[in-house]
């Protein structure tokens, strides 16, 4: 499969998960904390979850015309996103300024500093950190809903569906979350596209971590000189995965 229709295939599952969400979504939009989010990862990554008032307070200018021609429920996104982002790089005394975006969506941010954004339809996290032991982080929030198994099989490799299919305590949507923080963790550093099936996940569960092996069909190299880690949280109404590089083998915890 080529790049562009990869990342086409890779959108439309994006998307349509996000609709299987919308379907069952509960009718109240409730914003709120339901775990202690802190453990995902180490101390020095500040994580914020959006409160109410962040989904709709106007960010400046410069970020606000980022989102002017979108839908009201894309603009809701995008201000609980970079409030929460801003939040989060002030407990880190971050400069301010705006977070704008760059071709690949990814946020921009302060020089010195890290981070990574994730909204699914009620709830947003925000995790930031300053750029040094760790390279890299990415985050994801899904909500504690089924997936339907025709959307499954083109995230989950053969391994994984036996997995879950042997540990149905789990959350369904575990795989999704952690290859989507995966991503937005590697993709920064690796620059191209790769999809679902290009890695296949190990997961820990009485610890709650997880870790990858890159499958046959990945076609991107995974930069070996640095340490990965995967942690995830099962909340009461959602599910968080986090991801993070290190430089080499470091106090994390
Ligand atoms: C990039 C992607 C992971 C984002 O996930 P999403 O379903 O749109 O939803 P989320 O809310 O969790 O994340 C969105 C945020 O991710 C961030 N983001 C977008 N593209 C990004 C990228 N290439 N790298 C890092 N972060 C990115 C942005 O901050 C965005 O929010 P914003 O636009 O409001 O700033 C997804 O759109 C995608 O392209 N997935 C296909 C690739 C993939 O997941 N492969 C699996 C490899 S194992």
């Known amino acids: 499969m080529n790049v562009t229709r990869g990342l086409k295939q890779c959108k439309l599952i994006s998307t349509a ?8 979504r509960r009718k109240s939009q409730h914003h709120y904390l339901d775990m202690d989010l802190s453990t995902l990862f180490p101390p020095q990554v500040a994580i914020v979850s959006a409160t109410n008032e ?16 979108s839908v009201a429920k894309r603009q809701r996104e995008f201000r609980a996103g970079r409030n929460a982002a801003h939040a989060a790089l002030e407990r880190l005394d971050a400069p301010p300024g705006p977070l704008l975006r760059n071709e690949n969506r990814q946020p921009v941010w302060p020089q010195g500093f890290l981070g990574s954004i994730s909204h699914c339809n009620d709830s947003c996290v925000a995790a ?11 985050v994801d929030v899904e909500p504690l809903k089924p997936l339907s198994t025709g959307i499954a099989r083109y995230i989950d490799t053969d391994e994984e569906s036996a997995f879950m299919a042997r540990h149905g305590e789990l959350p369904r949507r575990l795989i ?14 690796i620059r191209r596209f790769f999809g679902f099936h290009s890695v296949s996940l190990d997961i820990d569960i009485s610890n709650r971590r997880f870790n990858f092996t890159p499958t046959e069909a990945c076609k991107v190299e995974f930069p070996q000189a640095l ?20 430089a080499a083998a470091s106090a994390t915890d």
């Open 17 to 24: 998960v996000e609709s299987d969400t919308i379907q069952t």
């Open 54 to 69: 962040m989904w709709t307070s106007p960010l400046c200018s410069e970020e606000e015309k980022l989102i002017e021609g």
């Open 128 to 138: 930031c950190a300053a750029a040094g032991e760790l390279v890299s982080i990415g």
């Open 176 to 189: 999704f979350s952690a290859k989507e923080s995966l991503y937005k963790c590697y993709h920064p550093l």
């Open 227 to 246: 340490e990965f880690h995967g942690r995830f949280l099962v909340g009461e109404s959602h599910l968080y995965t986090g991801c993070f590089l290190t």
